[in-house]
């Protein structure tokens, strides 16, 4: 069973041929995270594989990437 992911998790978060875009990021409180060019977006509850897919899908419906390729990692 997946994790869910929490405030205070640290995430490795690779958008794949967006450097830019991929890094280390902390959960806010209230499970909220603030990515480049999104904002906040709000993942309380979610498990990596359906946070990567929620990001994924912001990117591709604001527009800014087509077929996104995201990975997330929780870090220990």
Do not use: C, W
């Not at 280390?24 to 499970?31: C, L």
């Not at 994924?56 to 990975?71: C, E, F, M, T, V």
């Amino acid at each position: 069973m997946q994790q869910t992911i929490t405030a205070g998790d640290h995430l490795n978060i690779r958008v794949f041929g967006e450097d830019g875009l991929s890094g280390i990021y902390t959960v806010q409180d209230g499970g909220v995270l603030h990515l480049p060019l999104l904002g906040l977006v709000d993942i309380n509850g979610l498990g990596v594989q359906q946070m990567a897919e929620l990001i994924a899908d912001a990117y591709q419906s604001a527009r800014i990437l087509k077929n996104p390729d995201i990975r997330v990692e929780r870090l220990p």
